[in-house]
């Protein structure tokens, strides 16, 4: 079933390249990056699938595998999506933001995946709550790391006081990695839209184009939905040792916000002339320049990897 899968790929992978190569007029992508490219979506593809198939295989606690499969399916979505996008620019915008719509739910599965190895909600409100009442018995004159209160980090301690962990605080974080995905939603919509009518304008940082007030949007709400994941890894690490969170933490933070400020970081260095190499210049389009490049990351493949080796043995134990 595995070897069938994979066949299915590699046939509309090439019948992709294929359609790009014999495509009339306009821009055509370069040969050696629809095959690079192409390679590296493979690869991924057959080590994705591999590690979904051996977490159904183990299938032995559900409650938490069902989002950790969400979060690894990010990773063939991503590279599908970003190949298409590549071998086709002039659907890169809508191919974006099927490829952010999941990004957003694959941050919801993570955060529902922590509280899912904690017990689920109701325990995770509970432990809160329980830590919350700790921080009241602490004394005055104790100046060690307070339990049960989260502080806030500058700039964030210049307007937020620190939080009593309990119900309330659960809810500001659940509200928090939820608003991303309302948030995501609509910028898509809003870019579907104003693409018709030649607004949008992606990538370039001008007044008149709907492109930089949607990343100015999506900047602020990314950034509260990981400082929310931030402050609940922190308050619940202790918690979920057992699971090994750090390496899982750092690397899907890497993938959601180092990906997008990758894609900002072209557009502005695209917009003022300092992307200038042999690849940007062959590609020509920003767009193709941050598919090409998700293609054929490492951390796409190390994802699932780390996600396997980490969990699934402690599943099976």
């Given amino acids: 079933m595995l070897q069938d899968i994979v066949n299915q790929v590699y046939y509309y992978l090439n019948r992709v390249t294929l359609i790009v190569a014999g495509g009339g007029g306009g821009y055509s992508t370069p040969t050696w990056a629809s095959l690079i490219a192409g390679v590296s979506v493979v690869l991924t593809l057959t080590l994705s699938v591999y590690l ?18 969400g979060v690894i ?10 190949f298409v996008s590549l071998v ?8 974006e933001i099927l490829r952010d719509c999941y990004e957003s739910f694959a941050m919801y599965c993570f955060g529902r995946y922590l509280v899912a190895c904690l017990g689920g909600e109701e325990r995770t409100i509970e432990f809160m709550k329980r830590e919350g009442r700790t ?7 104790d ?19 620190p939080w009593k962990l309990g119900q309330w605080v659960y809810q500001v974080i659940k509200f928090g990695i939820v608003q991303y995905m309302i948030i995501k939603a609509f910028t898509a919509i809003s870019a579907v839209i104003l693409e018709a009518f030649d607004v949008y304008c992606e990538g370039d940082f001008k007044l008149n184009c709907g492109y930089a007030y949607m990343a100015v949007i999506l900047n602020f709400s990314q950034s509260w939905a990981l400082y929310c994941l931030v402050q609940f890894y922190t308050s619940t690490k202790d918690e979920l040792a057992h699971i090994k969170p750090l390496y899982k933490f750092l690397t899907f933070k890497s993938i959601v916000f180092l990906t997008w400020w990758q894609g900002v970081a072209i557009a ?3 917009s003022i002339g300092l992307f200038q190499s042999p690849i940007a210049q062959a590609l020509q389009f920003k767009s193709s320049i941050q598919d090409f490049i998700i293609c054929i990351e490492h951390r796409w493949a190390l994802l699932p990897w780390l996600t396997f080796m980490c969990s699934l043995q402690s599943l099976m134990s």
């Avoid at 295989?57 to 409650?63: D, F, G, I, L, R």
């Avoid at 399916?73 to 970003?82: F, I, Q, R, T």
């Avoid at 921080?135 to 004159?141: A, D, R």
């Avoid at 209160?149 to 006081?161: R, S, Y």
């Fill in 143 to 161: 100046h060690g790391p307070e339990r049960g209160l989260v502080k806030h980090p500058f700039p964030m301690n210049c307007f937020l006081k």
């Fill in 268 to 270: 502005l260095l695209y």
């Fill in 135 to 141: 921080s009241m018995k602490t004394p005055l004159l």
């Fill in 52 to 69: 979904i198939f051996e977490h159904l295989s183990a299938y032995k606690n559900p409650e938490e595998q069902k989002f950790l499969i």
């Fill in 73 to 82: 399916l990010m990773v063939p979505c991503y590279a599908v999506e970003s």
């Fill in 88 to 95: 086709d620019p002039a659907i890169s915008v809508d191919i």
